[in-house]
């Protein structure tokens, strides 16, 4: 009996040092977020914390490290990053309206040990989905996003659900959404509280047909009241590369954010106006 006793307890520790070793914390995930801005800033990869089997990803498909546009110094307007120490994520969203080609990036790290394990990035500039780096830099950097107080924070299920439900109403028209007041939605530069009203709602309708939107992960930064999701409109290998992050405080939506990657760049996309207006192309006028 005193023998298996041992067994566990040895057992135990073993496992409580292996879980000790790989902690996934705030400021971890911050340490490697900041190494990813510096890197993608100088356009020097080195600056990476990289784990030495990293993998790479940009617009979902997988690409060389030497390939990505981490390798590309960008002159960074604005940034914003969401943690997830229960998943060992992150989530950053980089604007660039600088240096010749604007741009607007969705970057997810994985993380384990303090080691960026993937990098996985959604790039979007013209001709992009209502693309406007200019309006996408003016709203997203004018608008509130401080942590909410304890008692206005959402849990991380209800955000992942209150995510769900809105990408499925794309396909079902009768779910129930947990719209807050105000709202607003930026999708690629187009915003939909010009004027900051504060009555705003982000219920402005949603496109006719059903639309499956599959392929979802998430990252949940529940101190935050945040939720990114990225996933592809339709198809599950060859749908419109996406990502949405939603932002809640007492279980409502109050901000949400949209990065969408054309495919298909002979087919042209609505762009946006830098006053975050929608321009569509001549065929739709």
Request: charged share 20%; proline share 6%.
């Amino acid at each position: 009996m005193i023998r298996i006793i041992t067994i566990v307890c040895s057992l135990l520790f073993v496992t409580l040092n292996v879980q000790a070793q790989s902690a996934c914390t705030r400021p971890v995930l911050q340490t490697a977020v900041d190494s990813y801005l510096a890197a993608q800033g100088a356009g020097d990869i080195s600056k990476m914390a990289l784990a030495a089997d990293a993998k790479f990803f940009e617009n979902m498909a997988e690409v060389a490290r030497d390939k990505g546009l981490w390798n590309t110094a960008l002159p960074i307007a604005f940034s914003r990053s969401i943690l997830d120490p229960s998943r060992c994520r992150t989530f950053t969203e980089v604007i660039v309206t600088e240096g010749g080609h604007p741009y607007v990036l969705g970057t997810r790290l994985n993380v384990a040990d303090g080691k960026i394990t993937e990098i996985n990035g959604l790039v979007t500039d013209k001709g992009d989905w209502l693309f406007n780096a200019n309006a996408y830099l003016k709203y997203s950097k004018a608008e509130e996003w401080s942590t909410p107080a304890p008692a206005e924070r959402t849990p991380a299920q209800i955000l992942i659900d209150a995510a769900n439900r809105y990408l499925d109403v794309f396909a079902d028209k009768q779910i129930d959404l947990p719209w807050g007041m105000p709202c607003a939605r930026l999708e690629g530069g187009a915003y939909t509280n010009r004027d900051n009203k504060p009555d705003a709602s982000c219920n402005i309708g949603i496109p006719p047909g059903v639309l499956y939107i599959v392929n979802r992960s998430f990252v949940v930064d529940e101190e935050q009241g945040v939720v990114n999701v990225f996933c592809r409109f339709g198809n599950s290998s060859t749908g419109m590369p996406d990502s949405h992050t939603f932002r809640l405080v007492n279980g409502k939506f109050h901000h949400i954010h949209t990065l969408s990657v054309n495919l298909n760049p002979d087919t042209p996309s609505p762009q946006a106006a830098d006053d975050g207006s929608m321009i569509r192309p001549p065929a739709q006028q």
